[in-house]
């Protein structure tokens, strides 16, 4: 982590994105969800879908009208057990917010729950759904498809998003086990981040249509879109000699999941890109499954039993050279417990963002790094 970076205080870097989210038309209870959402990644030291992506991914959609900033969600279907909602190409952020709601109090009711959104947009940090959950002392998963990008093994065409496959368990320590994860070896917001920050990627995480490596971030940006180059599924790619295979397998499940439970748009149909080459909307589907202990074996026998096997798996022998074993989720709790007093560091590409989105607006903040 660049340790020379500047820090801007939690409050101050919040109270700023929800004035800017609202600048750009979004109602204020709805740009308090984007703000939490866009600060958890950063609280986790998930740094790729944290501020970010404020401008690139929210603020520039907003003006190039590829998102539209008022969230019209439609409860389309609905059961005792299940929601099917249309986000009408809103904020996905708020569209999953308010489906995650009921469908705790669903799953408090009939023990379970699952729901799934259809034209709806980049909803953040996958991990912040299903914690939503734990927190409750249940099980979260959710998934998302994206814009095409990741090849199917033995393949070198972009056809599946990062399509991260999530989940969070409650424990009884202080937080919970949760898998955040794409199901490429890296998903597009890293490689944007290593973009702004000047790095190369790491060889063999991306492929180009010739079947070679290309490590140029700006350069994989570009060829991502125009469809010459490709993220490798998890194991690696194009062959199958690390087991690719399995990565290709989960992004297909939560390209289906998150396409077919509520009947929505998938694969090339997600690019944001019109044949004409101008902006269209995304049209992207998540899906979300809440399921309470207590209709089990109970919310606390769930959480000791959870949490005993994270502790004998961080006691289990090391390797040589490794003096720590981590479970899921505790190395975001870690970063929250370095930067909770400290505040959100910010690159110099990002406090480029923030002060253009400042100054456009005319909004009187004033930042450390000034």
């Known amino acids: 982590m660049d340790e020379n970076r500047p820090y801007v205080p939690w409050q101050l870097m919040n109270d700023f994105l929800v004035d800017a989210f609202v600048g750009y038309g979004v109602p204020h209870d709805d740009a308090v ?25 929210y603020i520039d959609r907003i003006e190039n009208g590829t998102l539209l900033p008022v969230t019209n969600l439609e409860i389309v279907r609905e059961t005792p057990t299940t929601i099917v909602a249309d986000a009408h190409d809103g904020m996905g952020m708020v569209a999953a917010y308010r ?47 994206a814009r095409p990008s990741i090849a199917p093994t033995y393949g070198v065409e972009n056809m599946m998003g990062t399509n991260p496959l999530t989940f969070a368990l409650p424990t009884d320590e202080e937080f919970p086990f949760c898998v955040d994860c794409a199901t490429s070896i890296v998903q597009r917001g890293k490689i944007e981040y290593y973009a702004r920050e000047g790095k190369p990627t790491p060889a063999g995480m991306v492929v180009a249509n010739d079947g070679s490596q290309l490590t140029d971030s700006e350069e994989i940006l570009r ?76 919310r606390d026998t769930f959480a000791k039993i959870a949490g005993d096997i994270c502790r004998e798996l961080r006691a289990s022998r090391k390797a040589p050279g490794y003096d720590r074993i981590l479970t899921a989720g505790e190395r975001e709790w870690l970063a929250w417990q370095e930067r909770k007093d400290k505040g959100v560091p910010v690159g110099k590409a990002v406090q480029a963002e923030i002060l253009a989105v400042r100054d456009r607006l005319g909004l009187p903040y004033e930042f450390p790094f000034e």
């Open 33 to 57: 969800i984007c703000a939490d959402v866009l600060l958890e990644s950063d609280r986790r030291g998930i740094e790729s879908h944290g501020c970010n992506r404020f401008k690139p991914i």
């Open 223 to 298: 060829r991502l879109v125009d469809g010459t180059a490709a993220l490798a599924p998890l194991g690696g790619g194009p062959g199958d000699e690390m087991a690719g295979y399995k990565g290709y397998g989960y992004a297909a499940v939560v390209e289906i999941l998150s396409s077919a439970l509520a009947g929505g748009k998938f694969m090339k149909a997600l690019t944001g890109v019109a044949p004409d080459g101008s902006p269209q909307m995304y049209h992207l589907g998540h899906f979300f499954f809440v399921v309470d202990p207590d209709a089990f074996c109970g």
């Open 99 to 145: 489906v995650m709601e009921r469908l705790i109090e669903k799953a408090r009711t009939y023990g379970m729950a699952g729901g799934a959104i259809r034209n709806s947009t980049h909803y953040g940090i996958a991990g912040y759904w299903a914690t939503m959950a734990s927190k409750q002392g249940m099980i979260g998963i959710t998934g998302t498809n």
